[in-house]
């Protein structure tokens, strides 16, 4: 759209008066001058990891003709460089985002860089967990101080690699309450932005990367009763879907709701992976100590999410969430109560099976109420995806499988008709 000629057209026209469109056209003036270029910053960001990575390989190439002297200055230089980009940044361009961005991204590699190859140099030993948690212990500073939020990015990344590296690549297993501490500090950072900018790009990718963290790692806490960690992942994902139906996340776009993406999808994926009676067969065999249970990690983490689950759902209950409700805002509390009757009979791989099914109708219907398509065909592919599942689990015969099948494909094709059809009788 081209302001300039909208607002010619419209003083010919008589709508607005010649003072009027040279207010609006400033108006636009400073906003664009003021606003930064998004794709600036992009390219500003990748131009420091390009740089950095560049630096590094032709360093790589020629490291063994080097004498330890040369090398250690060598090692410095990214560093140095780093820290003067971003001092001069303070001083003069500390309202320029691109310019934020890039000196940070490069300071935080040069830190990788200097540090890295000080222990190659000196053979200091160590290894990837502890370069890994002293690198981001090191650039965290720069969140607060350089005001980056790409740091911010790259420290989560690097956290959730931390525990992963100990949590499920280590054996034996070390204990991972060292990442929760190291999240904990990026948190200040994620609240600031989300009041001084609510709808920032920056904070998007904070509401993905911060939950997909969280979830990558639960699994880390789980060392003598693992089964009770599908009760801590639907507690989770139990409070990330009531967040998503929050009045501010409602208001956003699905692609920036991520809270709500995720809790609905990952709820279906265990319940789905739970409705396989592998589950429910182990579940039989462990010889739990009903003597008082100890204070291990898997139930304090799951009593944790489960308190604060129900608590979202005290806040969000009400007559017309009932109404709307797909199920999934329950799940938590009923496979609580699935778990107990699991440990005496497998019955509850039943009623998960059901459940799912249930969820699927619902979701259905909420997307006829919407007049949604998106919605009514999520609700049909988490019945195809049951179906799925089915079809490697049971003892059926190949034309009931192709019979049930041809059903849900029949499901398909008549409610996106009768949705195309409903929506074409409302537009005459």
Known sequence: MNISK??????????????????IQAFYNKKENTSPNKLFIVFG???ALLVGLGIILILAHNWDNLSRLTKTVIAFIPLVIGQLLCGFTLLKKN??????ESSSVFLFFGVGAS?????????????????????????????????SNSIGFL?????????????????????TYVYWLLLLLILPNYY????????????????????LSIIISLGTVATYFEEIMFA????ILGVYYLIGNSNYFKAQKLRNNSFLVLGSLGTIGVLLSLSFSWYWDDLL?????????KPYAEIIVTSIFSIIAFILLLKQFRKEFIKKSTLIEFVFILFIILFLIGLKTSFPVIIINLLVFLIGILTIREGARKNHLGILNYGLLIITALVICRFFDTDLSFIIRGLLFISVGVGFFITNYWMLKKRKSNEK
């Open 6 to 23: 909208d607002l010619k057209e419209l003083v010919e026209a008589n709508v607005i008066s010649e003072d009027i469109a040279g207010n």
């Open 45 to 47: 960001i990748l131009g």
């Open 95 to 100: 309202n320029n985002t691109t310019w934020i």
């Open 115 to 147: 540090i890295s190859l000080i222990s190659q140099i000196y053979n200091i030993p160590g290894n990837i967990t502890s370069f890994t948690i002293t690198w981001m212990l090191l650039c965290l500073p720069l969140v607060y101080l350089m005001k």
């Open 155 to 175: 420290y989560i990344i690097g956290i959730t690699f931390y525990a992963c590296k100990i949590g499920y690549w280590t054996y034996p297993h070390v204990e």
């Open 192 to 211: 600031l932005l989300y009041k001084k900018s609510p709808k920032s790009n920056f904070l998007v990718f904070y509401n993905w990367l911060i939950p």
């Open 232 to 235: 801590a992942y639907l507690s």
């Open 285 to 293: 065999n462990i010889q739990f100590q009903y003597n008082g249970f």
